[in-house]
């Protein structure tokens, strides 16, 4: 009860009357061992079940893998910043014992969340593990990614092999700590930039070609993803000699050159072919 009435007047309980006078200034003690140091509830000892203490670097454990902190949290009845305190402190801990000798090939991707706050992420692509993870998407991840690599027994100059997009920060940064790899543009961002092409064409044509509207997956998706009514409206639009089918034709052929050649020679003729129709 907030207060309460006395001829009129309203009286505050004492618990809320105004109180000044000197104190001493309050000081947390120092060293006390954080939430994943002690089972201080139930909910952080079922924690460990979903984070385990042998999760791999860097961020990549258990319950990162398969749903949102936010989710483990409701799950165990626990608020999600403590188990991301206690995810954070044994993925760091596992990072002290990683080694990355013998590491040649790397993928390199970037992803963002709202407001374009990039990280950059590098895998081995024969382990199939997370290396490192930095922050931002231009040349000086590439940097601060050879120096964890060299801290952990990695050596920059035996990558023979790096895949990523067509990033000029990322081509710099290769160029310059990774200079004996060769950059391959992987197939995702292959195949999108072939698709951005494809819709592109398909917007200018349906100005003049009304049919063309509201077809943009019909083009964008392989046969194999498209329904029977998607596939039947795809090859009877490629029967009319349309720009946006040859497009669309030269995109699935980019995929097989890809899929199928040997070696960069094989790759070049056979996409000089397809250019020139």
Not at 9 to 22: C, D, E, M, S, W
Not at 156 to 177: N, Q, W
Not at 220 to 248: F, I, S, Y
Request: glycine share 8%; charged share 30%; hydrophobic share 35%.
């Amino acid at each position: 009860m907030p207060g309460s009435r006395h001829g009129g007047t309203r009286v505050a309980p004492f618990g809320l009357l105004p109180v000044q006078g000197p104190h001493p200034r309050a000081r947390a003690a120092r060293g006390l061992p954080g939430p994943w140091r002690q089972d201080s509830s139930d909910a952080v000892g079922e924690a460990r079940q979903w984070c385990p203490r042998s999760c791999s670097r860097p961020g990549s454990s258990t319950c990162a893998k398969t749903q949102p902190v936010a989710d483990v949290a409701a799950q165990v009845g626990e608020h999600n910043t403590r188990l991301w305190r206690f995810i954070r402190h044994y993925v760091d801990e596992a990072g002290l014992y990683e080694d990355y000798t013998g590491v040649e090939a790397i993928g390199i991707n970037e992803t963002s969340r709202k407001g374009h706050r990039y990280i950059t992420v590098v895998a081995d692509l024969t382990g199939r593990n997370v290396v490192c993870v930095v922050p931002g998407k231009d040349a000086n991840t590439v940097k601060e990614f050879a120096r964890d690599f060299m801290d952990h027994n990695g050596d920059p100059y035996h990558v023979r092999l790096v895949t990523c997009d067509m990033s000029p920060g990322f081509a710099k940064g290769i160029r310059e700590h990774l200079s004996n790899a060769h950059r391959i543009i992987d197939r995702f961002h292959m195949i999108r930039h072939a698709n951005e092409a494809v819709d592109k064409v398909r917007k200018a044509e349906a100005g003049d070609r009304p049919v063309l509207r509201n077809t943009k997956y019909v083009w964008l998706r392989n046969e194999a993803g498209l329904t029977d009514p998607q596939l039947e409206v795809k090859r009877k639009l490629a029967r009319q000699r349309l720009k946006t089918a040859r497009a669309c034709g030269m995109g699935e052929t980019l995929q097989d050159i890809h899929a199928d050649s040997a070696s960069r020679m094989e790759a070049r003729r056979d996409s000089s072919r397809c250019a020139r129709g």
